[in-house]
């Protein structure tokens, strides 16, 4: 079945540092690919997506490109802020579009801290 | 706008009781909303699919009769843990599906479980 790898935390960096979150996928037909973040305390919110491949998602800074050929969707950010301390998660889901179930399908998150 | 609630946000219960979690889309109508589960510090598994007005599918090795689902209307869904137990303590998380393409997943700010 499907199945979303994304590198294990924790991530500790300093401010304006550069991050990267790698994450790879397994699927059978052509997903769409979700970063999610889950701030302290709150549910998930979704960072941003890509519904094909060589699209790049992008939204408050952050970036991932789906490539097909090495099934990666990592997520980067140039300069990385306290507030974005959090949980990331990386998601796939066969479409509805495409004859898919929709369901997402979560990597085990990755826990950023930010320090000043 | 999706905005998705979930209630209550925090529960402690005794062996043997059961519990009902809200799940509610407030601004728009959902005909499908997911429940999932998270364990500390491990990804959210997807429980069960629930649909307006008809069974819910569950996922593999989820007692349905142990986790009720109903979807009575398009902005409301219930999941019951009937005789709870220790072992069903967790983070309990549902998202509601928007109409409109591209069908994206809200996510409800989850519920804590604490059965003792």
């Known amino acids: 079945g499907d199945s979303v790898t994304q590198m294990e935390g924790p991530v500790t960096l300093s401010e304006e540092a550069f991050l990267t979150i790698n994450c790879t996928y397994t699927?059978?037909?052509?997903?769409?690919l979700f970063w999610y973040v889950q701030y302290p305390g709150e549910g998930l919110q979704l960072l941003l997506k890509a519904t094909k491949a060589d699209d790049k998602g992008s939204n408050k800074g952050f970036e991932a490109t789906y490539r097909k050929e090495t099934t990666s969707f990592h997520l980067e950010k140039g300069s990385v802020q306290v507030s974005d301390s959090a949980v990331y998660f990386c998601a796939l889901s066969d479409p509805l579009w495409e004859g898919g179930s929709e369901k997402l399908v979560f990597g085990k998150g990755t826990k950023l801290t930010v320090n000043p | 706008g999706a905005v998705v609630s979930q209630h209550p946000s925090w529960v402690i219960c005794k062996s043997g009781t059961s519990v009902k979690i809200e799940c509610r889309s407030l601004d728009f109508q959902a005909t499908t909303m997911f429940w999932y589960r998270q364990f500390p510090k491990q990804s959210l598994m997807l429980m069960a699919t629930s649909n307006e007005g008809s069974k819910a599918t569950y996922e593999q090795g989820v007692e349905k009769d142990k986790f009720l689902i109903n979807h009575a209307s398009l902005t409301l869904s219930t999941l019951t843990v009937t005789s709870a137990h220790p072992e069903d303590s967790s983070f309990y998380i549902c998202s509601a599906r928007g109409q409109k393409f591209p069908y994206e997943q809200y996510f409800g700010p989850g519920t804590r479980l604490t059965v003792t």
């Open positions: 699927a059978t037909g052509y997903p769409s």
